[in-house]
């Protein structure tokens, strides 16, 4: 079973263009979250997103910044006009549908290996 | 305004002995912890956890201890490898259910052979 898959791994764009960060989530899993690292900082929490739904982006900046996950397909998370503030790296976690209840529990976020952004 | 603090950016340890990471939070909502070990160039892997009706929770060489009237708690690894030495962040959320994850900054740990 693999893992959550990122791509691409690094990403170098200039000023004023657009990158796009794919994530496929682990089969089976049907939530994707986003984080972001920050040069010396801990991940923030970005976005949570189920199949062809936004459920809370209260941690995506309001401008430039927009996710989706479609029916098919990997979740794209796209920064338009990209500044050199947005260098970081991009991390995606999945986690599955607990049956049970709805509810999803912490420990059943698993993390992809990142995309690395890179603004020149 | 951070509300999970990591204050030592750095750990060096010898093989062998007991490594001690510690985390300090600030938000009183928190209600369950993390510990999450990331290696260069790969995305986090969780490590072990603990609820705050617990104090103490162990798997093999892990234990983490949680002081809920001071806000802290601390990882434990015992006896430490070589293969330890990564970046460990400490994580906090709130609510059941709640999914959103708050980081620390990390502490860098060196296990010295």
């Known amino acids: 079973n693999a893992g959550v898959m990122q791509n691409p791994r690094h990403l170098v764009r200039r000023r004023g263009q657009e990158a796009r960060l794919r994530c496929s989530p682990m089969?089976?899993?049907?939530?994707v979250y986003w984080y972001r690292q920050l040069p010396e900082e801990g991940l923030k929490f970005m976005v949570y997103l189920q199949k062809e739904n936004i459920i809370d982006e209260s941690g995506m900046p309001k401008e430039r910044f927009s996710a989706e996950f479609p029916k098919e397909g990997p979740s794209i998370l796209r920064i338009q006009q990209v500044v050199r503030g947005d260098s970081a790296a991009y991390f995606c976690?999945?986690?599955?549908?607990?049956?049970?209840?709805?509810?999803?529990?912490?420990?059943?976020?698993?993390f992809g290996p990142g995309t690395r952004l890179t603004v020149l | 305004d951070q509300q999970v603090k990591q204050n030592s950016p750095s750990l060096s340890v010898q093989e062998g002995r007991i490594s001690i990471l510690n985390c300090d939070y600030t938000?009183?909502?928190?209600?369950?912890f993390l510990w999450y070990k990331k290696y260069p160039a790969e995305g986090p892997t969780f490590l072990i956890s603990?609820?705050?009706?617990?104090d103490k929770n162990e798997d093999g060489r892990f234990t983490v201890f949680l002081n809920k009237s001071a806000k802290h708690l601390s990882l434990h690894i015992v006896p430490s490898q070589p293969g330890d030495s990564a970046v460990y962040f400490c994580?906090?959320?709130?609510?059941?259910?709640?999914?959103?994850?708050?980081f620390g900054k990390g502490t860098k740990l060196s296990v010295i052979p």
């Open positions: 938000n009183s909502m928190f209600d369950y």
């Open positions: 994580a906090a959320g709130s609510g059941a259910g709640s999914y959103q994850l708050t």
């Open positions: 976690a999945s986690s599955p549908l607990d049956l049970a209840g709805g509810i999803v529990t912490y420990n059943e976020q698993f």
């Open positions: 089969k089976g899993h049907s939530h």
């Open positions: 603990i609820s705050s009706i617990k």
